[in-house]
């Protein structure tokens, strides 16, 4: 096993202490205590998402859908339940059950009205429900009805025409990209990319690399640059949305989409800017962007915590170099001395989030310094909170996110490529994939890889050492038996051949068998024997009216795979026979349930059940808490990035 030299463990330490990660929790999954802490106060403070919004309490509108944002990224690196559910009992708040959306004011056309959508499609992602199917559809078929400038820029309300306003990009896109994953529409990219590359092209000031907050094509408001139509100031949020759109909207962007090194481009451009007019002394950033320290500025919390997640998540994914992540360790530790509050209940609150921020309009709003820095602030804003839970849902995976930079994992969606129709009547892969939210999907575990930054791809074929070679980490799970895929595809001695020669050249190779009823066994034993792995074809630990017991297996610390120990469940699985050069990772009651074999540069690791899906780990569901899947699922990935080349 590769462990970390000394001055790697150091760096991981000192990051752990800047961002606010608990670095000696017991277990592979780090918790940002204060972002857990504000999710956990803010549930209690409006149950339901149920917020005491600027303009329309409890309604449907932007503010709560990007606390929800900040909500589900809490959900996606905790694992917490509770955080689902309380996104989906806020959604059910206007979703009917025919799909038709309470409180949504179509005539307004108005991008602001979009972003709620993002927390409909993730719960449709995750329940399969067609209700939240109809009310994502409704909210993207608005879209299409949004007026646009000359240059095809949305109008970012009715009332505001032939004006793009930054806030619209994280208003819609982000949505717009989910949406188009998930209902197979890659079209729409070339449209989404245009709307942020306008904005690229006429908002960004040469002199200063920042985005002004407005546009207005037709040069008639008051605001607006008679030359260049755009507003007098670099406004902070404004910045912010901008900035939280291009590292969002790149999660959903095909890799091999024409427009994405172009997105990457601007997003690097950005960060520049962000880290540029970040305050030297402070660490934090300005209500306007440019003049810090002019009398009447204030550093601002919504957009600090903005740019820590832009940057941060930038980072991690490979967008933007290892460099501007000191930037957001500073600022976050920044905020939290800054903005964050302890009251005498144990609640914590978030100061320091300015209410609004527009153009035009009644009473009129000139978008001069005067304006921006007359806008008051307040405790527990929506959108502050939102963008400080995003914030910490980075900072929590910031200590890890470099170990895996440059590296693929790549499941396989060949063996087991089973299909489902979603609520638009298409067919899907699903079943043990990255992009499956539902129980049966493996969105948790690529998560888990996501913590060290390491790159997601499946593979959809048959597999050849050139597909092998794009990969450091290939994953087999469950191969189809004809109830489970009526057309499998079952292993070859092509495959074996190309699997084993990419082992041998130092390959890591997950398998994660099933039990008979699930799995094919015959087939898929020609390759794995090929390294001492004989899975066979019995049925273990049946479990009957959810006795847990009986699908629990203990994991101790220290197995050479796993740092930690875990409390797995493994319900209906085969067993292990092994030869060399195969050793047993975890034998329990006499059978092999986890196994490890050296081969050439290479290392297979083999389960005897995908234990580490969905269903029992992102902890929405009816297993009891004190099974750690997620943990196991990082503690897992962690080690499989430790071994890659």
């Keep these: 096993m590769r462990f970390l030299g000394a001055a790697a463990l150091g760096a991981l330490v000192a990051v752990q202490a800047i961002s606010g990660v608990d670095a000696k929790a017991e ?140 806030d619209g990009a994280y208003m819609a896109e982000p949505f717009r990209a989910e949406y188009a994953v998930t209902f197979q529409q890659p079209e729409e990219f070339k449209d989404i990319t245009k709307q942020l590359l306008l904005m690229d092209q006429h908002m960004r000031d040469p002199k200063t690399g920042l985005l002004r907050h407005g546009w207005d094509e037709s040069k008639e408001m008051k605001w607006a640059d008679p030359k260049t139509g755009l507003s007098p100031e670099a406004w902070g949020r404004a910045m912010g949305w901008y900035a939280m759109a291009l590292v969002d909207v790149l999660d959903w962007l095909p890799a091999d989409s024409p427009e994405r090194p172009e997105l990457i481009r601007v997003l690097n451009q950005t960060a520049k800017a962000i880290v540029k007019y970040q305050d030297k002394k402070t660490g934090l950033w300005w209500q306007v962007l440019d003049q810090g320290g002019r009398k009447g500025n204030f550093p601002e919390a919504s957009a600090s915590s903005m740019f820590v997640y832009a940057l941060a998540k930038g980072v991690r994914m490979g967008y933007l170099p290892q460099s501007d992540l000191a930037p957001a360790l500073r600022g976050w530790s920044a905020i939290r001395t800054t903005f964050v509050k302890t009251g005498p209940d144990g609640m914590t609150s978030l100061e320091g989030t300015v209410k609004v921020g527009g153009l035009g309009g009644s009473p009129y709003r000139s978008g001069t310094f005067d304006y921006y820095v007359g806008e008051k602030t307040r405790t527990n804003d929506a959108k502050g909170i939102g963008a400080f839970l995003l914030a910490g849902s980075e900072m929590a995976q910031a200590p890890t996110e470099k170990m895996g930079q440059g590296k693929t994992v790549m499941v396989d969606a060949w063996f087991n490529s089973q299909t489902r129709k979603n609520a638009a009547g298409q067919t899907e892969l699903f079943h043990y994939k990255w992009d499956d939210d539902a129980n049966s999907g493996f969105a948790f575990f690529g998560r888990a890889f996501q913590r060290y930054g390491v790159k997601l791809a499946t593979l959809k074929t048959a597999p050849t050492i050139a597909d092998l070679k794009k990969a450091q980490v290939y994953i087999l799970v469950s191969p189809d038996i004809p109830a489970k895929n009526p057309n499998p595809h079952y292993m070859d001695k092509a495959s074996g051949d190309a699997i084993e020669a990419w082992v041998k050249a130092g390959g890591v190779l997950i398998l994660m068998q099933n039990d008979k009823t699930n799995s094919e066994f015959d087939h898929f034993n020609t390759m794995s024997e090929r390294f001492g792995m004989h899975f066979n074809a019995v049925l273990r630990n049946t479990v009957e009216n959810n006795n847990w017991p009986q699908g629990t297996v203990m994991i101790p610390k220290g197995t050479g795979i796993f740092e930690y120990p875990h409390k797995a469940y493994l319900k209906e699985i085969s067993t292990i026979t092994l030869s060399a050069p195969a050793k047993s990772v975890l034998t329990d009651k006499g059978d092999v349930l986890m196994a490890v074999s050296k081969v050439g540069k290479g290392i297979v690791f083999a389960v005897v059940d995908p234990w580490i899906y969905n269903e029992y780990v992102d902890r929405r569901n009816k297993l009891p808490l004190d099974f750690d899947g997620y943990d196991a699922a990082i503690d897992l990935a962690g080690w499989a990035v430790r071994q890659s080349k």
């Design 27 to 166: 277990g592979a999954l780090k918790i940002d205590q204060a972002s857990a802490k504000m999710a956990e106060s803010i549930m209690k403070e409006w149950p339901k998402a149920a917020v005491a919004t600027e303009n329309r309490p409890s309604n449907w509108g932007y503010e709560e859908g990007v606390l929800l944002d900040g909500i589900a990224a809490q959900w996606h690196t905790t694992a917490n339940g509770d955080e689902f559910r309380y996104i989906k009992a806020a959604v059910d708040k206007y979703v009917t059950d025919d799909g038709s959306i309470r409180n949504y004011h179509p005539d307004a056309h108005s991008l602001d009205e979009i972003e709620l959508g993002r927390s409909v499609l993730l719960v449709y992602r995750v329940t399969q429900q067609p209700k939240y199917y109809k009310a994502a559809k409704y909210v993207h078929d608005q879209l299409a009805l949004q007026p646009r400038t000359a240059s095809g820029g949305y109008w970012h309300k009715k009332i505001y025409p032939n004006q793009m306003w930054l």
